[in-house]
């Protein structure tokens, strides 16, 4: 279809055209990346394929300080003369060893079954008390499995690099060359390897704080660690994709909470996104306005609920807006209301109020990162569409917009997965409330992070928490993806068309 | 490749838990090889730590000063941690070994507390404890026919009143508090209806039972037969009476005692210092009114006992001195000083039933009264799932969404939100 | 041309009322706290609006008072852990998006991947993990862990950071190079230099999140009273027992956190817009 034959489209044929278009998009999209999936598969295996042959290879044609590397680490180095870098290859190897007798081996063994003893009691004759017979704790044990496997990852990078080195190490000595100093391989991490040197405590931090015990979290999912089953007293243990079930297909209180909460959550998050969005730039453009006074001075007022910490403004809000906070007393005093107002009590205002709240945050955030780009667009636009007869609304919608969309598509998608997972606004304003019969731990306005949150908390749910987390990354990840996609695929349609 | 980033993660790695491997297997993978060593050499340092509320720490210090006293056997170095006791449950079980080894708790979190293994059984002078405390408070410490905590106190809500407001025969029943006319702007009886453990209320008063008749099995809840229909009709009416605030929490409550826009409000000893000072010479307690039902009859408000209970942490190094301390914390003595000092109501029978030292204390008198209607707060985990279906229930009443029409359907729904399974 | 002129007077009216209108509603909720912060009388819900009498006990109390809250010992807390913390940060962020912008390796495109994956999980999922990590290297409830909670992840965040190094022209650097210089010494002098906008912009950031993170700050402290934070204490002032006597306390002490970060907000803007929009528009 032209350009023409849509113009010429009555809106209500427009509306359906436009859904059927993005629907097409989202499928192509997600066709696109399954395909794409067994290619990726097989390049990866090629890689890896290529590494492990090369290796041997290297054994095989290797001479016999090489082949000695692969059982102690660093000979090759060391008895070529690089001594230092030897020994290092070589106490790695040293403590790691120690380390899988002492503990590691029995860590991760300990994966198989997550414990199987529980605590029980004795009774002691000679003090007249039971005592505690401590049992497994299946949660450390997942947690120091999951530790022991990332070393075990670890130390076989060590191992390659280890080879590669002692490789390298025979090839320069073949060619007659002068091995590097360990003084020079230093050097080296200051130039051209200088991203190892800038990468490695960044790299240690986020394996230590956000891979490891997401990994933990992830295999948590796959547990029935529930309010019936936390260590120390109790043990759990692996059930697959039971908590998927549960959760999605079971007519189970669990599930009837939460696909509603989902479809709340993405309502939300078009809402929170959209209008902040559009209100935002709307914002801007009043006092980007030629001919508005004091543009600092609005700028700044705007800005001011920005710098104040969220919880703050969210709890003065929530009191705010109580039934017998201010406004309601206000409303009162001013004789417009009989019966408070149920803001934050009734299901249906609390996810209006919680949305409104919202824009009271969100607005300033993109008033300020859309004034800039507003400055930039080209004045003539304005002037051509004006003599051509634009209504101010035509000339927002086919100008302003599409010039800011172009530049801040990346942050729109950031805002919407960040409201996908807006923690604050929800828990700190209405804490998921008000309390509904239909749900499971959980009120109207709980998104599905603050019931995962509740879950932890409250219930101690963790195995269906962490489940709600893998769905939560689903859903961000489709998203994302559909969305890059789209972009991409919107500029090609430009040029076809 | 990769040498600096490899080699120096695994060996940070390494080095790291080969330090932290010792602590590692203390309480992770070797099973039932490291049980607790339970000494009572004399002469040795007993290290305890001891959990109570930022506002009991300098009580509980005198106390501990006092125990070491007497225990002139061991030498004691006692420390101190705030963990209030609504939030104990949720601190000892993030890590059992780190936490206190007594600690105080709320009765309501005693089932998963013990469930998950953050309790030590108590068997050390058994029968005594629980010859010395009333029945109640050790079915609220008990867990399966074994005893886990120490009582310490009762807890349970009744009513204050305004004496220049209301008079004593005013407060035998609700609809003589309500029909009383005080002026527009005064509420006459404040209440929070949209928390189950002030709204269960209505409901013991006719006679419903929350999981059966011991308040133990999960599967029973009879709020939707024809007394609890009763029940909700009357709430029903409460909330259409203009002298009725149906969403006092305490903060509502103290106000409305401060400025004299409220008559009478159903809360607890926590807040009988602060109401007190508020009505000075008009302050007054007594247990919740009567109410009549719309089948005619009259009945008395029932209400849900919590207990404040003192636990020995299951991990600890030293359970013979810990079970001491938590004793000690909790004898006749101790419970007097609470008493006294933060108007605590004693589970000791000597105590509890001494009338006269009681009514020194107008908020705990009035506790007393009100205990013998109550019933023992369930600490199944199930009772999880009550919480949320009655704040629901109760916005519901407050906004006009549940009428006598759908009153018995919305029953329906709470009591079966109550009694839902996850899967 | 009159009534155009007109019109145009009209719409700047229209424009002005709105925009005061909005100012009120963006202003109030701060007023209201801060009128609150001043008030005499105890007690969140008040069956009025204004103040009866005012005066700056509440803040006076906030300070002196240690018997429930230890409001100084905990500001000073967090401004300890805030200012490690967004050091380190700084570092890590400006690392690896320098790294990511101007360095090539084998394994770039997956990392930046992997970073972006690992951003979408919900954080607060794993922090019983992170409590267990902690306390095997010996340091939980301590502030160095709380510091290192914070910052210790932030080499994820380097998106914004990258898009602005990306916009630096790299004539610079290769001019460097020619001279003879190493990448260490591009990046400390001449990339670094060059920078201030993002670094005031990370450093504002990260600056501020210990102000207001409330989940991490307790599942690490505990029972540890002595090292809570700020945002620790102020939520604890609206719980179910202290609200009613520490309301007007909590509003002064968010008046008072709030202070500097709004200063330092405002003063700071324009580096935040160039942050955000990697520098390509001026604020």
């Known amino acids: 279809m032209s350009q023409i034959d849509y113009l010429m489209m009555p809106w209500y044929k427009k509306i359906p055209y436009r859904i059927y278009i993005g629907i097409k998009g989202i499928v192509l999209g997600l066709i696109a990346f399954i395909i794409a999936i067994p290619k990726r598969t097989v390049k990866i295996c090629k890689t890896i394929g290529g590494g492990v042959l090369s290796y041997f290879r290297a054994f095989r044609y290797g001479d016999i300080k090489t082949k000695l590397s692969f059982i102690i680490m660093g000979a090759s180095n060391a008895l070529r003369g690089q001594i230092i870098k030897g020994i290092l290859f070589l106490i790695g190897e040293i403590a790691f060893i120690i380390y899988m007798v002492k503990v590691g081996v029995s860590q991760i063994l300990g994966l198989r079954h997550l414990g199987l003893v529980e605590q029980g009691w004795t009774f002691d004759e000679e003090l007249g008390i039971d005592i505690l017979a401590e049992g497994d704790n299946s949660m450390l044990i997942l947690l120091y499995g999951v530790f022991a496997m990332f070393i075990v990852i670890g130390f076989i990078l060590l191992y390659i690099s280890n080879i590669r080195a002692a490789v390298t190490a025979e090839e320069i000595e073949a060619s007659g060359k002068k091995l590097p100093t360990f003084a020079k391989d230093i050097k080296d991490y200051f130039d051209g390897k200088f991203y190892k040197t800038l990468l490695t405590m960044p790299i240690i931090g986020v394996l230590m704080f956000t891979i490891i015990p997401l990994v933990y979290m992830i295999l948590i999912a796959f547990t029935n660690y529930d309010n019936m089953h936390q260590p120390p007293g109790k043990l759990f243990t692996w059930i697959g994709f039971g908590n998927f079930k549960t959760m999605l297909v079971s007519n189970g209180l669990i599930s009837s909470t939460f696909w509603p909460i989902l479809g709340w959550t993405l309502i939300w998050a078009v809402f929170a996104t959209g209008l902040n969005y559009i209100l935002g730039i709307l914002l801007a453009m009043m006092i980007n306005k030629k001919g508005i006074k004091y543009k600092p001075l609005w700028r700044t007022i705007f800005i001011t609920s920005m710098a104040i910490p969220q919880f703050v403004s969210l709890l003065v809000m929530k009191n705010m807006l109580n039934a017998e906070g201010p406004i309601n007393v206000l409303l009162k005093n001013w004789g417009l209301i009989e019966r408070s107002l149920p803001f934050l009590t009734d299901g249906n205002w609390a996810r209006v109020v919680v949305i409104v709240v919202n824009l009271w945050i969100g607005i300033p955030y993109s008033m300020l990162i859309t004034s800039g780009i507003l400055m930039n667009i080209p004045d003539y636009l304005y002037e051509s569409a004006k003599i051509d007869g634009a209504s101010p609304v035509r000339m927002f919608r086919h100008i302003t917009l599409p010039y800011v969309l172009f530049v801040t598509t990346p942050y729109l998608i950031t805002q919407f997965i960040g409201n996908i997972n807006n923690f604050n606004v929800i828990y700190f304003l209405t804490g998921g409330g008000p309390s509904t019969l239909e749900y499971y731990q959980a009120g109207k306005t709980d998104l599905l992070v603050t019931w995962l949150y509740k879950l932890t908390v409250n219930s101690k749910d963790y195995c269906y928490a962490s489940t709600i987390g893998i769905l939560v990354f689903v859903l961000s990840a489709v998203f994302s993806l559909i969305a890059f996609r789209r972009s991409s695929a919107y500029k090609n349609e430009e040029v076809f068309q | 490749m990769k040498k600096l980033i490899a080699s120096a993660l695994s060996l940070t790695l390494a080095l790291s838990l ?46 501990v000063e006092k125990f070491k006293e007497t225990h002139k056997d061991n030498t004691y170095d006692i420390t101190f941690g705030v963990v209030s006791e609504s939030e104990a449950k949720d601190e000892v079980l993030k890590d059992v070994s780190e936490a206190a080894d007594v600690f105080a708790l709320a009765s309501d979190q005693i089932a998963e507390l013990q469930s998950a293994g953050g309790l030590y059984r108590v068997t050390k002078n058994k029968e005594e404890i629980i010859a010395n405390n009333t029945e109640a408070s050790i079915e609220a410490a008990t867990v399966d026919g074994e005893l886990y905590a120490y009582p310490s106190s009762s807890d349970t809500y009744f009513m204050f009143y305004d004496k220049s407001k209301l008079s004593e025969e005013d407060v035998e029943s609700l609809d003589t508090i309500l029909a009383k006319d005080l002026g527009d702007d005064v509420i006459n009886f404040g209440f929070d209806i949209a928390n189950g453990w002030y709204q269960s209320s209505f409901f013991f008063a006719t006679g419903c039972k929350l999981f059966g008749d011991h308040g133990t099995d999960p599967t029973h809840c009879d709020f939707n037969n024809e007394k609890g229909v009763l029940a909700g009709e009357y709430m029903i009416d409460l909330v259409n009476n203009k002298k009725f605030a149906g969403n006092y929490k305490d903060d509502q409550i103290k106000s409305g005692f401060e400025t004299g826009t409220l008559a009478a409000a159903v809360t607890g000893t926590w807040n009988a210092a602060d109401i007190q000072g508020y009505l000075g010479d008009n302050y007054a307690a007594t247990k919740l009114p009567t109410i009549k039902l719309s089948d005619g009859s009259t009945v008395q408000m029932g209400g849900m006992a919590n207990f404040k209970l003192y636990g020995v942490n299951a991990q600890t190094k030293h359970p013979v001195e810990a079970m001491e301390l938590a004793e000690w914390l909790t004898n006749k003595d101790n419970q007097r000083v609470r008493f006294a000092m933060r108007s605590f109501a004693p589970t000791n029978r000597e105590l509890a039933n001494d009338a006269e030292a009681l009514s020194a204390d107008i908020a705990v008198s009035a506790l007393a ?55 | 041309m009159k009534s155009m002129k007109k019109s145009k007077r009209f719409n700047n009216g229209l424009v002005y009322t709105i925009l005061i209108v909005l100012s009120v509603i963006w202003i109030l909720p701060i007023l209201w706290i801060i009128m609150i912060s001043f008030r005499a009388e105890q007690g969140a819900f008040k069956p009025y609006f204004f103040p009866k009498a005012l005066s700056l006990d509440n803040y006076i109390r906030l300070f002196s008072d240690t018997q429930q809250f230890y409001f100084f010992r905990w500001f000073l807390n967090t401004l300890f852990v805030a200012i490690c913390s967004c050091i380190i940060s700084t570092f890590f962020t400006l690392s690896v998006s320098y790294v990511m912008s101007r360095l090539r390796f084998r394994l770039r495109k997956p990392f930046m991947n992997i970073a972006l994956i690992l951003g979408m999980f919900p954080g607060f999922m794993s922090m019983i993990a992170i409590y267990y990590i902690l306390k095997g290297f010996g340091i939980s409830q301590s502030l160095l862990a709380l510091i290192l909670v914070y910052s210790g992840a932030s080499g994820l965040g380097f998106y914004i950071a990258k898009g602005f190094f990306d916009t630096l022209p790299r004539a610079l650097d290769e001019a460097a190079y020619l001279d003879g210089a190493t990448k260490s010494q591009v990046f400390w002098k001449i990339t670094i230099p060059l920078s201030k906008p993002i670094i005031i912009y990370t450093v504002l950031t990260t600056f501020i999140a210990p102000w207001m993170d409330y989940i991490f700050a307790s ?65």
């Open chain 2, 18 to 63: 080969l330090v932290g491997c010792g602590k590692m297997d203390d309480n992770g993978s070797s099973a039932g090889s490291s049980s607790p060593s339970p000494s009572s050499k004399s002469g040795e340092t007993i290290s305890l730590k001891v959990w109570g509320a930022q506002e009991d720490q300098e009580m509980l210090k005198d106390m």
């Open chain 2, 369 to 423: 009264k009100q205990a013998v209607f109550s019933t023992v707060q369930t600490s199944i985990p199930q009772v999880g799932n009550f919480w949320d279906p009655a704040e629901a229930f109760g916005n519901g009443l407050l906004d006009g969404s549940i009428t006598k029409d759908n009153l018995k359907e919305k029953l329906d729904t709470f009591v079966e939100a109550v009694l839902a399974t996850l899967s």
């Open chain 3, 219 to 283: 599942v690490i402290m505990g029972d540890n009273y002595d090292n809570y934070t700020v945002a620790l204490g102020l939520f604890k002032m609206l719980e179910r027992e202290f609200i009613h006597q520490y309301f007007t306390q909590f509003a002064a002490g968010a008046v008072i956190i709030s202070i500097p970060i709004s200063i330092l907000f405002i003063s700071m803007q324009r580096f935040y817009v160039e942050g955000v929009t990697g520098g390509s528009v001026k604020g």
